[in-house]
């Protein structure tokens, strides 16, 4: 689509008296009495006509020299649009947004006239530059007669698909989805897409080994009294780490805190060797003569089953592509001790959820067998553990 200004033959920097005579300048060179029976006239005239109409409002002007097209579409919401600009602008692109579903960015013309961007709407417009997508609620519609007293209910579960970029599923990505009631009817949520996930299975990014770092500096810190102001445990039980001491971190999104209680300095003191992490923290004395550890599990959480049909594989073939995990509701509690009393207990509760165990079906007559391969019994952590230093 050609940029509006070139359309009325004026610059970003002309004026609004500079617009409308340019305007009024080709309104009569080009007006349909002036010239009957010529097509071309018609649409330039069109064209000029929808040129002036954006640019000589002031907010829908400040919104095109911004936005671009985008802003010519329907129902264009310049929060929401900034909120997305910003976060392409973030990722690291320059800004635009690079190869991806559709190929478009933000700085890109995206249609063949002002016209097709007025025709479109602004969560499609979305769903198309950021990798959103359509879901169709069951249960959506019918609002309710007249007179009738609204009434309080529990809320239902949707389930869609939207696709995203590998860079963007590596680091987490909020997207448009578009949920309709009913065909042509709906509402647009933002939905925050969490790094490390792929075709709803957890797998292993480019942060793993960021997780052991802070949970060993977690174990330090906890150990030697330091406060612990903020902290998550990981997503499932990790194999390095006793439940409950573990905690992990996420670049933008999640964090630990510790704070320094003490009337004196404190020196975090780390070395890595031989592909293990050592981390120390030292200070001008131990505060106090012990510190434990103890966790109790409260309630074991059974894991759901889903099942996927894949065309690689033979009809009838099944596999285990993510191995299913109880979940667990946990304690954790830090007793702090000097001369064999407790001075301090402190409570934590953690929430480490079940993990999907997820099926693949082939239904391929033609598709491939896959290696089978047996499921060791699954372990649950002992119900209580306690470690002192």
């Given at each position: 689509?050609?940029?509006?200004?070139?359309?009325?033959?004026?610059?970003?920097?002309?004026?609004?008296?500079?617009?409308?005579?340019?305007?009024?300048?080709?309104?009569?060179?080009?007006?349909?009495?002036?010239?009957?029976?010529?097509?071309?006239?018609?649409?330039?005239?069109?064209?000029?006509?929808?040129?002036?109409?954006?640019?000589?409002?002031?907010?829908?002007?400040?919104?095109?020299?911004?936005?671009?097209?985008?802003?010519?579409?329907?129902?264009?919401?310049v929060d929401r649009a900034r909120a997305y600009k910003?976060?392409?602008?973030?990722?690291?692109?320059?800004?635009?947004?690079?190869?991806?579903?559709?190929?478009?960015?933000?700085?890109?013309?995206?249609?063949?006239?002002?016209?097709?961007?007025?025709?479109?709407?602004?969560?499609?417009?979305?769903?198309?530059?950021?990798?959103?997508?359509?879901?169709?609620?069951?249960?959506?519609?019918?609002?309710?007669?007249?007179?009738?007293?609204?009434?309080?209910?529990?809320?239902?579960?949707?389930?869609?698909?939207?696709?995203?970029?590998?860079?963007?599923?590596?680091?987490?990505?909020?997207?448009?989805?578009?949920?309709?009631?009913?065909?042509?009817?709906?509402?647009?949520?933002?939905?925050?897409?969490?790094?490390?996930?792929?075709?709803?299975?957890?797998?292993?990014?480019?942060?793993?080994?960021?997780?052991?770092?802070?949970?060993?500096?977690?174990?330090?810190?906890?150990?030697?009294?330091?406060?612990?102001?903020?902290?998550?445990?990981?997503?499932?039980?990790?194999?390095?780490?006793?439940?409950?001491?573990?905690?992990?971190?996420?670049?933008?999104?999640?964090?630990?805190?510790?704070?320094?209680?003490?009337?004196?300095?404190?020196?975090?003191?780390?070395?890595?060797?031989?592909?293990?992490?050592?981390?120390?923290?030292?200070?001008?004395?131990?505060?106090?003569?012990?510190?434990?550890?103890?966790?109790?599990?409260?309630?074991?959480?059974?894991?759901?089953?889903?099942?996927?049909?894949?065309?690689?594989?033979?009809?009838?073939?099944?596999?285990?592509?993510?191995?299913?995990?109880?979940?667990?509701?946990?304690?954790?509690?830090?007793?702090?001790?000097?001369?064999?009393?407790?001075?301090?207990?402190?409570?934590?509760?953690?929430?480490?959820?079940?993990?999907?165990?997820?099926?693949?079906?082939?239904?391929?007559?033609?598709?491939?067998?896959?290696?089978?391969?047996?499921?060791?019994?699954?372990?649950?952590?002992?119900?209580?553990?306690?470690?002192?230093?």
């Amino acid at each position: 689509m050609k940029d509006l200004y070139t359309t009325l033959g004026v610059t970003k920097t002309s004026d609004a008296a500079e617009i409308k005579r340019a305007y009024r300048k080709l309104t009569q060179q080009y007006h349909p009495d002036k010239n009957p029976g010529d097509k071309a006239a018609e649409d330039k005239f069109k064209e000029v006509s929808s040129a002036y109409e954006v640019l000589s409002d002031v907010d829908k002007r400040k919104n095109y020299d911004e936005f671009g097209d985008m802003s010519l579409t329907q129902g264009f919401d310049v929060d929401r649009a900034r909120a997305y600009k910003s976060a392409t602008r973030g990722g690291g692109g320059g800004g635009r947004r690079g190869p991806g579903r559709g190929g478009m960015s933000f700085d890109e013309s995206m249609f063949n006239s002002a016209g097709d961007a007025r025709g479109t709407s602004f969560d499609d417009l979305l769903s198309q530059l950021f990798g959103g997508g359509r879901v169709v609620d069951p249960m959506g519609g019918g609002g309710g007669g007249r007179g009738r007293r609204p009434v309080s209910q529990r809320g239902h579960d949707i389930e869609g698909e939207i696709t995203i970029d590998f860079m963007d599923m590596l680091r987490g990505k909020v997207v448009p989805l578009r949920i309709e009631s009913e065909p042509g009817t709906g509402r647009t949520l933002d939905v925050k897409v969490p790094p490390g996930i792929a075709d709803g299975e957890l797998i292993d990014t480019v942060g793993g080994g960021i997780c052991q770092i802070s949970s060993t500096l977690y174990g330090a810190a906890f150990f030697a009294g330091l406060e612990l102001s903020h902290s998550r445990p990981h997503s499932r039980p990790s194999s390095y780490v006793d439940m409950g001491l573990d905690s992990t971190v996420v670049f933008g999104s999640v964090d630990m805190k510790l704070k320094n209680p003490f009337d004196f300095p404190v020196v975090l003191h780390t070395s890595v060797s031989a592909g293990k992490v050592k981390i120390e923290v030292l200070g001008k004395q131990r505060v106090f003569d012990e510190v434990a550890f103890e966790r109790q599990v409260k309630e074991v959480l059974p894991h759901s089953t889903i099942v996927r049909d894949d065309a690689r594989l033979h009809t009838g073939a099944e596999t285990v592509s993510q191995r299913g995990m109880r979940g667990f509701k946990v304690v954790r509690t830090r007793k702090l001790y000097k001369a064999g009393e407790i001075v301090d207990t402190q409570s934590w509760d953690l929430f480490y959820p079940p993990t999907t165990h997820i099926v693949r079906r082939g239904n391929n007559p033609r598709g491939e067998w896959p290696e089978s391969k047996p499921l060791s019994p699954l372990r649950d952590p002992a119900r209580e553990l306690r470690i002192v230093q």
